[in-house]
């Protein structure tokens, strides 16, 4: 099963149509998730995506590749059984704000410090779309919605440092508004060993009237024109993590090559992927073990 | 003198070492091819309260624990203190004769009092006052006169490999001193005794969660995940300690949810997967139950039950959760319940578990409880038949990714997962190959699996009657094990479900032998049955009595919805305490005067 | 000419306002006195799709919708398309002359095709074409040759506030003008009209979820929280929206397990406290459910239902989670369920939920579903009467901190939590004063509160019987609220909960009036009953036929568990659809064959 | 309902006798709350402790003053409910690594920007103590359990750093075998107006045979001992947080005493506690809302 020599934008267009508004910010994700397959010549049965519940959730149904679509909140802990299952496929898991930041934030805290080979893509509209315009957990101090009719309390979750204090190899965020940018995010997260953050900047047209495409170009630089900027200094990510306001870094915040996979620290992955191996086990072998009762 | 039949208990503190050397004790007369049962109650706490371990030993197999006490072994004063009422006439405390024993009112109660210097002897003998428990087993079997090479071997399988054999001899040579000395103090006095079978085959000493184990590993799963609870945990750790021999994927994950959610990925991968936890967890674990039915997932739960609400009695007993697992999880979908009765069923319907999850993709519920995972028996090597699983093993509509050629051949038309079918079940190829390239949902969706985003009422009919017709042929094709035992004609029979199996079975021979006709219909299969299968083997029955180990006698109540049919009486024990022989005897006196 | 007895129809994409045109008709036309019923559909996304809102209007209250259209109102082609086959002969089809649809195939149908430049007046007019929504609206008023005043109150009521007098004004004008070339080129040819009802009272236009909020708030409820999902978000809202006035403390959580902990935090400081969710949501709280009970902390749970299994529809109805709710979390413990049929029950049950809940300190699971939570009903005012609420507000054996001199007094001889009672309830201090420092636990615990940690079987008897007796009594005085509809002799009698009230009432009428001998019998409270009363009443029906949204049918099942009686035949639907009058008529006739 | 003047460890005594393992590190926290409370003067009925299910999580039974013992992991958000029903007691959260940083670490995530005014003790045993010694959330790198019987294979959850990524305005640790120390962190945790959390390294002597006392008392420093050491610094506090090894630092890592907490922002709180207020609101005021509907 190697990889066709050329892959093209025809070979990973779905036969579903997304139900995404005009102009929502899914569909530079789902741009840029194309093109980072391309990139890396990864063909549709190479590739599952996981994801959750909500209006960027239905990315799966969207590309030619495998997908689940799940629960809110549990793409996370589905994938990694299944990427313990099967580990020579290449695992995404895209989801939305409240999918991982808010509901499922459990299974992301540690997700991170087991750093399987799994790339996380975040669409991060700060807000929930699906259900009509909440707020979400990355929602700005103050805004309004449904459930905040006089703004949100609560201040907002901060995923690039979360992500460093929780352990993550690979962190970064990329603007929908730039697909081609994020589509090398993403592509450097697959190939990235271990776990991949892409927090994305999402716009919802919809309900979030005050982050949009406007709003965020005003205000976003790549880290990478930064000059002296180095990924692999946690210190200088952790800074660069709490700039919010008249400029906000997008790019690569952080990057561990050194740490290893939670795959290749587990012995029964070291010949050949789980779902290969046969089964039962020899009947001699589990004989062996009535010796522990007698 | 009453030879090889008589119950030996054993209690201290959590932390005196009560289970391992009741279980020491009881593998040792297991050796010595005698048929042992083991059941033991410890509190939530590591160290201090209080725990006890009680062997029953007979010359024929035993299936649940009795109430009378022959010998007890007492590691400290309150156990003389609770546990001596439980005593016959003429059976014997030990302890060590440091403990304050008032030794008059043992004896006012018919009991012998047995002191012994087993702290004086250990520290003595053996150089560390730690050997007590050695020397306190030695002991008993010196009362009981047992051949003391059976709790040597023992010693030296716990000692001998471990630190260097010092220890072992060390521990024989303490065995030794109290074994004499309770001998010659006491076995004159003590009525019961054990002897060797001569040639009796090996047998295992094994519980619940270790032949739930067993039955895992033989049934090919490769995927263990779960978070631990109480009475759980002891398997998810048998699995973790195979995982290397046996390749398997062991994870302690952050939570049920998690535990569940890993297991549903590995088998949409194509992975055999289980899942361990009691109510608290499985409560987690009811959204992402719904979902493995939604996507037709196979994946198996160990449901090991004890005391609700909430935390409840930890530590204790119950079968509380059967209308829950039932109906537990969000909408409608095909599942299945097992409720294996016995250490042998747990191993069968543990390995069964996994086939009726792949052959109808959907999640399987294996309901125990604290006193089926825990309680010990002897049992037959050849009981657990490795060789007979191996060949059982069905995995359904199933083509691997890696098997190219049956995918090749299965795809020639093209590939729909949820394909609509005669009998609802669909061609099941795990992603990873070019020609089964495809998405699944949880949302309703359509045969290709895609989000059926119009929602139409024409596919979700299709579906819905797709999927929950698997239980059709389910409860046609491989369910309705349930089981009679005692008189065919019986005035009485017994009702009852998963562990209370053995207490019922040992309770009918009482109660026959006292001159009733009682007989027991246990099911280990609740869920799909034929119900009006199960209605005429009602209709063979006279008054039938709910014994069960709840509140609301959840069984009766699940057999009347689906059958109309109530019993005549019921007896339920919900105080955390397994049902035993004695007490469903008791009980059903009482009951049959309410009928 | 047919009067004040039609239904029309509006469709289109999501985002093009059908719900918000619909609503604003709805609310006009029962402005003018008369009766509405509205339903609608719309598919999970934000633009796009097909979304529909139909609106019944007669002189008398109505409780359902009807298949047949008489008008439709279509944004879009694909409204013509899917909806023409519903409309009766010599319906209307009115549509912007934009469009493209075949008049001469619905004039095969014997239907008015009803071309009108609206887009043109819009923005002729009004300047906007965003104003073709209010155009499309006042044609269909024109075409009824209804009083144009009400739709221009609406518009005044939507616009005039907002954004000044101007925008109002403009789409005024658009709505006379579209009106006007309405009326002028189709009202001659249709058949049906809308005439105010001079002197009518003003109605509310009301759908279940704020019946709900308005019962919630009546109730003296301070705490909402929960997690946004279908169809449960809009309760959540409205309550959000009323927070500061109301002085409630509104929380969005961040899942649906905190949702229902900060309830239970609130309620066991003495704050009435309520969650809504749907099923999936519901499921996360099961775990928690069971520590209210075994806490004996009253809290109020909306389990809004929507198909399953997960994610299931979304946005679509069903009642399919009765089950499940019955039987939610680990453990036995007491709950009581209740399913409000209609608006004014969502209003008075709610209300009475918090009641029962504080009286019997347990959780209370109030089901409706999408179809309850989201049709609309106008409802005379004094339907809703708050002062009755207030006057019964029940806190049951409640002593707040603050009320100092009843604590000294009640807790004179000292202050047990769970005290062992006759009845099985105890007083309840929230913590706060000095003489009633305790701590609970979801741990078995001593009538003190600690944790029991000795876990006996003494205390756990005493606990289990004093927390399960509380529904016998709950049983006896709060419970029974069922409802008989139709002739007291009925031939068959239509058995249904819940939402379904609306829809086999409705049957019940179409189907006498087709002369057949046919009644209905509703639950509202579904636990805990008592069982023999209920028995009694299905004694006095004669054929019983369940009608319910689901597959399997799940109260009649409920029934059968608790009576032993099973229903005749059954009537399900699990398409997400609503059940219906035509769709209950239509089936019963099949189901009754099969009798 | 004023505070007695004075108060004695006398007056905590609660009537049931811990059923710890002698020599538990549990006792030392036990004996800094009562500590806190003496020295705060806060007497029992003022004062309410949410605990999980763990050994530790026994503590609310043994300390005379208010207490529920609730489910695993799921204290928190249970704290933060009573707590906007009652906010003039003192509320604390007393649970284990397991609830915490384990199964309830999503609470424990948005607790964190929330800020309301709860004390969060964490029994850090870095092991599940109560089910019998598997490996926990904070438990080292390789660590052997009975769920890990070749180590661990997951990195260890670093609680203070992610404190501070979350943005808790009040993060220390402490060390149950210094509870004097402990003592008054945790009753200067009760004066920060806002959330804080102190974790608290307590030794299992039974299962973790690692993490000792000897272990902890050779490693661990305090802050407050570090010359010029400011717990305003949020960037100091990050690089604290990653001290690990040799020298382990306990003490105060941060705090900011300018954010709000989340009771100060609801405005049905600003009169007086929920539970005091009267229902059902006037009648004439509900008969108001129905005009939204006519
Ligand atoms: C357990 C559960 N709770 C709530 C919901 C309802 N729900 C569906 S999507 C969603 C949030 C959507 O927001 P987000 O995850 O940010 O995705 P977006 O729509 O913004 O892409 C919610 C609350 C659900 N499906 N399941
Ligand atoms: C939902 C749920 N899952 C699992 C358990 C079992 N359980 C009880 S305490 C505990 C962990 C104990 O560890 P920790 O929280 O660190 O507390 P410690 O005993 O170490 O003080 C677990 C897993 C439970 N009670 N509930
Ligand atoms: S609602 Fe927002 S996030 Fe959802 S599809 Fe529309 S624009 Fe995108
Ligand atoms: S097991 Fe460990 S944490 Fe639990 S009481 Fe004993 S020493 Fe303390
Ligand atoms: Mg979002
Ligand atoms: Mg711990």
């Known amino acids: ?294 | 003198m009453v030879k090889n039949n008589c119950t030996i208990k054993l209690g201290g503190e959590a932390g005196q070492g009560v289970e391992s050397s009741g279980m020491g004790f009881a593998k040792a007369i297991a050796r010595a091819g005698l048929y042992i049962f083991g059941v033991q109650d410890y509190m939530s706490r590591i160290r201090g309260g209080h725990n006890w371990y009680q062997i029953r030993v007979h010359t024929r197999p035993l299936y649940a624990h009795e109430t009378s006490v022959h010998l007890l072994l007492a590691f400290d004063e309150r156990t003389v203190h609770d546990h001596s009422a439980e005593l016959v006439k003429g059976g014997g405390v030990l302890y060590d004769d440091g403990l304050k024993v008032d030794q008059s009112s043992l004896s006012a109660m018919d009991l012998i009092p047995m002191p012994m210097p087993l702290l004086k002897i250990a520290e003595e003998v053996g150089g560390n006052k730690l050997m007590m428990n050695t020397a306190a087993v030695a002991a008993a079997a010196g009362i009981c006169e047992f051949d003391l090479s059976y709790v040597e071997q023992v010693i030296r399988d716990n000692f001998g490999r471990r630190k260097g054999s010092e220890i072992a001899d060390r521990n024989i040579r303490v065995a030794n001193h109290a074994y004499e000395e309770a001998r010659k103090r006491y076995a004159h006095l003590f009525e019961w005794k054990l002897e060797p079978i001569p040639g009796a085959p090996r047998r295992m000493v094994i519980n619940g969660n270790q032949a739930l184990g067993l039955g895992t590993l033989a049934a090919g799963c490769k995927m263990v995940s779960g978070y631990p609870m109480t009475p759980a945990s002891t398997l998810l750790e048998f699995l973790a300690g195979q995982a290397r021999k046996f390749g398997l994927v062991v994870r302690q994950t952050e939570d049920e949810i998690s535990g569940i959610l890993h297991c549903i990925g590995a088998a949409h991968a194509g992975v055999r997967a289980m899942s361990c936890t009691s109510g608290g967890g499985f409560s987690l674990m009811v959204e992402s139950l719904s979902l493995a039915g939604s996507t037709e997932t196979p994946v198996v739960i160990v449901l090991a039950q004890r005391p609700g609400p909430a935390t409840g009695l930890p530590t204790r007993t119950g079968q509380e959760d059967l209308l829950f697992a039932l109906h537990a999880g969000h909408g409608e979908f095909p599942r299945a319940v097992l409720a294996p009765g016995t250490i042998e069923q747990c191993f069968y319907h543990m390995a069964r578990a996994f086939n009726i999850a792949e052959k109808y993709q959907m999640p399987v519920i294996v309901m125990t409880d604290n006193f089926l995972a825990n309680s010990i028996r002897s049992v037959e090597k050849e009981a657990f038949d490795f060789a007979a699983i191996a060949r059982s093993i069905d995995r359904g509509a199933l083509i691997l990714p890696h098997e190219e050629d049956k995918v090749t051949q299965a795809t020639a038309e093209g590939y729909r997962r949820y394909e609509l079918t005669e009998n609802g079940i669909s061609l099941r190829i795990p992603p990873g190959h070019p020609n089964a390239v495809y998405s699944v949902a949880g949302e309703e969706h359509t045969p290709e699996g895609f989000i059926d985003w119009e929602e139409t009422a024409h596919n979700r009919n299709l579906m819905m009657n797709k999927r929950m017709k698997k239980l059709t042929l389910c409860a046609e094709e491989d369910m309705g094990v349930y089981e009679f035992y005692g008189p065919e004609d019986a005035e009485t029979t017994l009702l009852c479900w998963g562990s209370s199996y053995g207490p019922v079975r040992e309770a009918v021979d009482v109660l026959n032998s006292n001159g009733m006709r009682v007989n027991m219909l246990h099911f280990v299969d609740i869920h799909p049955l034929h119900w009006d299968a199960v209605g005429e083997v009602l209709d063979r029955c006279h008054t039938v009595v709910a014994v069960e180990g709840n509140f609301s006698a959840q069984f009766s109540r699940w057999l009347t919805m689906n059958t109309g049919r109530r019993p005549d009486a019921k007896i339920t024990r919900f105080d955390g305490r397994p049902l035993n022989p004695d007490f469903i005897a008791a009980e059903l006196h009482k009951a049959l005067i309410r009928v």
Chains 1, 4 share one sequence.
């Open chain 1, 1 to 294: 099963m190697a990889a066709p020599v050329t892959l093209t934008m025809k070979d990973l267009q779905s036969p579903v149509e997304p139900t995404w508004c005009p102009g929502c910010g899914d569909f530079g994700i789902l741009n840029a998730v194309k093109r980072a397959m391309i990139q890396l010549k990864l063909p549709p049965h190479q590739v599952i995506y996981f994801s959750g519940i909500g209006c960027g959730s239905k990315l799966p149904d969207y590309v030619r590749a495998n997908g689940f679509n799940s629960l809110h909140g549990r793409p996370v802990p589905l994938a990694q059984g299944f990427r313990l299952a099967h580990h020579d496929m290449k695992v995404v898991v895209v989801d939305g704000d409240g999918d991982s930041y808010g509901i499922g934030g459990n299974h992301w805290l540690h997700i991170m410090r087991r750093n399987p080979d799994i790339t996380h893509i975040v669409q991060d509209n700060m807000v929930y779309g699906l259900t009509k315009g909440q707020y979400a957990p990355t929602s700005m101090k103050g805004y309004v919605s449904t459930t905040s009719p006089e703004g949100t309390i609560e201040y907002p979750v901060n995923p690039i440092a979360i992500a460093l204090a929780a352990g993550a190899t690979f962190v970064a965020r990329g603007f929908s508004g730039d697909p081609k940018h994020l589509a090398d995010l993403i592509a450097k997260g697959m190939e990235h060993k271990g776990y991949a953050l892409i927090d994305v900047f999402q716009p919802c047209v919809i309900f979030n009237r005050v982050n949009t495409y406007d709003w965020f170009r005003e205000r976003v630089y790549k880290l990478e024109d930064e000059p002296g900027y180095d990924p692999h200094d946690l210190n200088k990510a952790w800074e660069k993590a709490h700039e919010w306001g008249e400029r906000i870094p997008i790019g690569l915040f952080y990057v561990n090559e050194e740490t290893p996979t939670l795959e290749e620290q587990i012995p029964a992955l070291a010949q050949k992927p789980l779902y290969q191996q046969d089964i039962p086990p020899p009947v001699e072998m589990l004989e062996g073990l009535k010796e522990i009762f007698v």
